[in-house]
């Protein structure tokens, strides 16, 4: 968690984060940003792609958007990001306590690679990245040819400025050659992994005029919006037992096919020509919305901690929840087709109802 509190983007802000399966980083820099701002998580991986998408939708983030790249070929604008945070992939030697093959693996002409792809993505999150804006470049190895070595690669021939990290409690630091102003954990000392963290900015005199040239093409070579690939869908109508859209952040309610995504006012950062996927809301069945299972946040008193409405099943035994989630059926006297399913005061998400019967849990 120490890159994105490295980070620290504003509330409100548009975040990309370039190498982001599985998304323990994605989602808490949607935290930090908050409902008002914006995370786009790129993933070149199909299979990561949907670990990391599974894990956003699990953590209710909807402003936290997906896309799938190699990240140092990303189609964005040039200079349009204020916030970036880079992890790329990297040799693991930080994590040798539980993957201790990874010194063997990780050596010689593999360790080569990772370097060059390093700075191919440094490259291109200095394209990305607006004069002024912060870019934080991470790995969990203790490789000075993929730490340290990157940093003067990226302040040497990039641009770019390092601004001094100071350190996080609950950590001892390792101080190398090289490496004033950022973060090495000693991972031993820490019981922790091994961990470096870097934290750069792009002053306005590194902008270059081709630079600019190449975003005002892309922006006009950008013939149609993304937008008309899907149609707007009113708000109001998915307010339901188990679906409370007062709550949704702020963004327009899209539909695309049969699923409905939220696109948040900042995703107008991505050009036209960038394939995306917006947070799932649900889809459109023969009865209407039908929201996705996992959304507990948006049920009917979510925002105030509070069961409310005819339609909520109220449960205060544990028990019985493990009951229901392992497929045991339930007398609820409540009417119509589903409830929203909660634990005393804590949401758990919705169940499907036959005369009164649970006869499905989707939490």
Not at 163 to 172: A, E, I, M, Q, R
Not at 337 to 352: F, I, M, Y
Not at 353 to 362: D, E, I, N, T, Y
Request: one cysteine or more; proline letters at 8%; a negative charge.
């Amino acid at each position: 968690m120490l890159p994105p509190l490295a980070l620290a983007p504003a509330e409100g802000a548009a975040v990309l984060d370039m190498c982001a399966s599985p998304g323990s980083k994605t989602g808490f820099l949607a935290q930090l940003v908050g409902p008002e701002g914006f995370v786009l998580g790129n993933e070149p991986s199909r299979a990561r792609l949907a670990t990391l998408r599974a894990n956003l939708h699990a953590c209710n983030w909807p402003h936290a958007a997906t896309c799938s790249y190699e990240g140092q070929a990303l189609p964005l604008t040039p200079e349009s990001w204020d916030w970036i945070l880079l992890d790329p992939p990297c040799s693991g030697w930080g994590t040798v306590e539980k993957n201790p093959q990874v010194l063997t693996l990780w050596q010689g002409d593999k360790v080569k690679t990772l370097v060059g792809l390093q700075q191919m993505l440094l490259a291109h999150a200095a394209h990305l990245l607006r004069p002024g804006g912060r870019l934080v470049y991470s790995t969990c190895t203790t490789n000075d040819e993929e730490n340290e070595a990157q940093v003067r690669y990226a302040e040497e021939s990039l641009g770019l400025r390092r601004l001094p990290l100071s350190p996080f409690d609950g950590f001892v630091w390792e101080n190398r050659p090289g490496g004033e102003g950022t973060l090495r954990v000693d991972g031993e000392k820490s019981g922790a992994q091994g961990f470096y963290v870097a934290l750069f900015t792009r002053d306005a005199s590194a902008a270059c005029d081709d630079t600019r040239d190449e975003a005002a093409e892309i922006k006009a070579r950008a013939s149609a919006d993304w937008r008309a690939t899907g149609r707007p869908f009113a708000r109001e109508r998915l307010r339901g037992p188990c679906f409370d859209p007062d709550l949704l952040p702020p963004g327009d309610v899209m539909l695309f096919g049969d699923q409905l995504r939220l696109v948040p006012p900042q995703a107008d950062v991505i050009p036209s020509d960038c394939r995306w996927q917006g947070g799932l809301l649900g889809r459109i069945g023969k009865r209407g919305f039908v929201p996705a299972p996992r959304l507990r946040l948006y049920l009917p008193g979510a925002a105030g901690d509070a069961p409310t409405g005819d339609a909520a099943l109220v449960l205060e035994d544990v028990d019985d929840i493990t009951a229901l989630l392992n497929g045991q059926s339930r007398r609820t006297g409540l009417a119509g087709t589903e409830a929203a399913l909660w634990w005393r005061n804590l949401p758990l998400g919705r169940v499907a109802l036959k005369q009164g019967r649970v006869l499905a849990a989707f939490g």
